[in-house]
């Protein structure tokens, strides 16, 4: 009688196993009210930026449809304070960008320990079935047709088997799958992680831009005093200049080029001609051919990109080559440095603070030939300048072409 009321226990305990046990729903509420809640403020972020993005679209084609227009101080101020507020929204939306990340984060995080508690009771759970089948099948089966009353029972005990058997193969396929779950969870973490990272850096950079765009509008307004005539003047300055520099960046490569000596050009193609970042790549705060270029009607296309550098940073030398040309005086005037590379390359540093090298020297990739500049008003600057940072083109046969399709 005891044997029989041992096995119809385990019996029960089988049916409990089966039909639910520890993984029964319902213990999992309170975790699952705030992973929707994370999720109804992750939509609601992503609607607040999208309202953002539409924005920054709209005071991007302000932007593109005033350079169009003629160049004038007005204009000019208008520009920036375009160029002022999109930045403000540009930092709008990274803030949202890393609220929304933070958020998806946690969520991540909270999803990881569901699945690890979750995991533990499967295991618990496929246990407990393992231990109750091994105690079973330790009962012959003339035992158990012997110790219950009647075929119907020992029908209902086989079942309970055949059941608890099914269950642990369940139980175990559920289990590789959320253990795939949380694998792919961690990783999708360590990527929120470095994204989130990245995000707080952009944030930092166009904080820094947003600094540097209120300088050039308080010196331009102190350049010009306020007068459309001071400003003209200034603009004619800047285009002259201009010209010359690149008509002076022209002439000059393919001078040097044509009277180098064939030792001197094979000193070139047998050099380091790979492309590295001059200053510590970083921030790049004006594209190649940038639209959004603050001073595109004044000077024309951006033939380079501007690399965020502070005041004084040491600038090295791209690649390999010979110095074509230094334009320096230690005035506020447009200042830079040319270098030619074989494979016709050359390379120009502009808004250089300081200058280190001198005309025909050769100098080697990594090499200190200056340092960065490009604060308004300082020297080497020029009259329009978007704050400190190097000015940095890459020439292919004397024509500018992206840097970025250059450097590593």
Same mark, same amino acid.
């Given at each position: 009688?005891?044997?029989?009321?041992?096995?119809?226990?385990?019996?029960?305990?089988?049916?409990?196993?089966?039909?639910?046990?520890?993984?029964?729903?319902?213990?999992?509420?309170?975790?699952?009210?705030?992973?929707?809640?994370?999720?109804?403020?992750?939509?609601?972020?992503?609607?607040?930026?999208e309202a953002v993005q539409a924005k920054q679209k709209e005071y991007q084609e302000k932007i593109a449809a005033k350079q169009k227009d003629k160049a004038n101080l007005q204009n000019q101020l208008s520009i920036l304070d375009d160029s002022l507020t999109k930045s403000q929204l540009d930092i709008e939306a990274v803030s949202l960008e890393i609220s929304q990340a933070s958020l998806e984060l946690k969520k991540v995080e909270m999803d990881i320990a569901g699945l690890d508690e979750k995991i533990e009771k499967q295991k618990e759970h496929i246990s407990s079935l393992l231990r109750l089948v091994y105690k079973q099948d330790q009962v012959s089966t003339l035992e158990m047709l012997l110790l219950n009353g009647s075929?119907?029972?020992?029908?209902?005990?086989?079942?309970?088997l055949a059941d608890a058997n099914e269950e642990i193969g369940r139980s175990v396929e559920d289990l590789r799958q959320d253990k795939e779950g949380l694998e792919s969870n961690q990783a999708l973490m360590k990527e929120n992680k470095e994204k989130l990272d990245k995000l707080k850096d952009q944030l930092e950079e166009?904080?820094?831009?947003?600094?540097?765009? @209120? *300088?050039? #509008?308080?010196? !331009?307004?102190?350049?010009?005093?306020?007068?459309?005539?001071?400003?003209?003047?200034?603009?004619?300055?800047?285009?002259?200049?201009?010209?010359?520099?690149?008509?002076?960046?022209?002439?000059?490569?393919?001078?040097?080029?044509?009277?180098?000596? @064939? *030792?001197? #050009?094979?000193? !070139?193609?047998?050099g380091n001609n790979t492309i590295a970042w001059p200053v510590p790549k970083n921030y790049i705060t004006s594209t190649f051919h940038d639209p959004d270029y603050p001073y595109r009607n004044i000077i024309g296309e951006h033939p380079a990109i501007d690399i965020r550098a502070g005041q004084?940073?040491?600038?090295?030398?791209?690649?390999?080559?010979?110095?074509?040309k230094v334009r320096y005086d230690g005035s506020k005037s447009y200042a830079y440095i040319m270098i030619i590379h074989g494979d016709g390359l050359s390379t120009v540093y502009g808004h250089v603070s300081a200058v280190y090298v001198s005309p025909d020297q050769y100098v080697v990739q990594g090499q200190t030939i200056g340092r960065s500049g490009g604060t308004p008003g300082t020297p080497g600057s020029g009259p329009f300048s978007s704050g400190p940072h190097l000015h940095f083109e890459v020439r292919k046969d004397g024509l500018p072409v992206n840097p970025l399709n250059y450097l590593p």
């Open positions: 009688m005891k044997r029989l009321i041992k096995i119809s226990f385990l019996s029960i305990c089988l049916a409990a196993l089966i039909t639910g046990g520890p993984l029964a729903s319902g213990q999992y509420s309170s975790p699952e009210a705030e992973i929707n809640a994370l999720n109804l403020k992750i939509q609601e972020q992503k609607k607040q930026l075929l119907s029972e020992f029908m209902n005990q086989a079942k309970y166009k904080q820094s831009n947003l600094a540097y765009e @209120q *300088q050039n #509008k308080v010196y !331009l307004l102190e350049e010009t005093k306020s007068s459309e005539k001071e400003y003209q003047s200034l603009l004619q300055q800047a285009k002259r200049e201009q010209q010359q520099i690149n008509a002076e960046i022209a002439s000059v490569e393919a001078l040097i080029r044509e009277k180098m000596s @064939q *030792q001197e #050009k094979n000193r !070139l193609e047998s004084g940073t040491t600038i090295r030398a791209a690649a390999d080559g010979y110095v074509a």
